[in-house]
């Protein structure tokens, strides 16, 4: 399965020129699934936003996480929330950011309920929005995934984004090594701003096996869409050895 990991240079509080931007970057790219970084829809309507995620996907031809959008339609308050379209145009899945923080909490977002989940080419995927990630317990008894995808937005307080990206990078391997699976983050570059706060570019893969010691973490990209395959049957193997040593 191939991944595609979209970090553009800059967001926009204008969700439909966020995917604008995405559609020119993405181009011709081929590949199974789509990531882009979390409120890539912004505050677009609910009909728009899973409108514009849906077109991506179909014109793409591949299957869509739609990283965001701040939801006011379901009448309990501000959510952010995404959703999956499949390459046909089919929804795969929705899902909620649980812990919400910082100028979210300030400005009134609510938690949501994070999504089931979905299968594609049969392959177990799970999406977890930005600082869900941060939280074990938002994997506690899904073994057995494949692949976990996050779209982050990864605003920081640092001087500079190299502090925020190396501890998102460790979060990410230890979440990859405790649960056996992949873990994709898809952000936005580090001179991005939200609301005057400086996001730190934390876009890459974290591989629970990797076949040399410094290959634990790759990114963030040059480009602002990278490719990743994910090597099912090496995960495989790496979760048979570990059973049989008693990690289990």
């Known amino acids: 399965m191939k991944i595609l990991l979209v970090q553009p240079p800059h967001w926009s509080p204008d969700g439909h020129a966020n995917f604008d931007a995405v559609e020119e970057l993405a181009g011709s790219a081929s590949g199974d699934v789509m990531l882009l970084p979390e409120l ?103 073994d057995g995934l494949d692949a976990v995808l996050v779209p982050a937005f990864s605003v920081t307080r640092w001087d500079g984004p190299a502090p925020a990206r190396e501890l998102w990078q460790h979060m990410s391997v230890a979440r990859a090594y405790e649960f056996m699976t992949y873990v994709a983050v898809s952000d936005w570059h580090h001179e991005t701003t939200y609301h005057g706060h400086p996001c730190a570019g934390v876009t890459g893969l974290a591989d629970p096996c990797p076949t040399t010691h410094s290959g634990f973490f790759t990114g963030p990209p040059d480009a602002p869409v990278s490719a990743h395959d994910l090597d099912f049957a090496r995960l495989e193997a790496f979760r048979s050895d570990r059973a049989e040593r008693g990690f289990r």
């Open 40 to 142: 890539a829809g912004s505050t677009l309507p609910r009909a728009d936003y899973l409108a514009r995620v849906r077109e991506l996907a179909t014109g793409s031809g591949m299957a869509v996480v739609g990283g965001s959008h701040y939801d006011d339609s379901s009448g309990d308050g501000r959510v952010n929330r995404g959703a999956v379209f499949a390459a046909d145009g089919s929804l795969l899945a929705e899902y909620d950011k649980a812990h919400p923080y910082g100028l979210e909490l300030r400005s009134g977002v609510r938690p949501g309920r994070p999504g089931p989940g979905f299968e594609l080419n049969g392959r177990r995927l799970h999406v977890l929005l930005c600082a869900d990630l941060w939280y074990s317990a938002s994997l506690a008894g899904r």
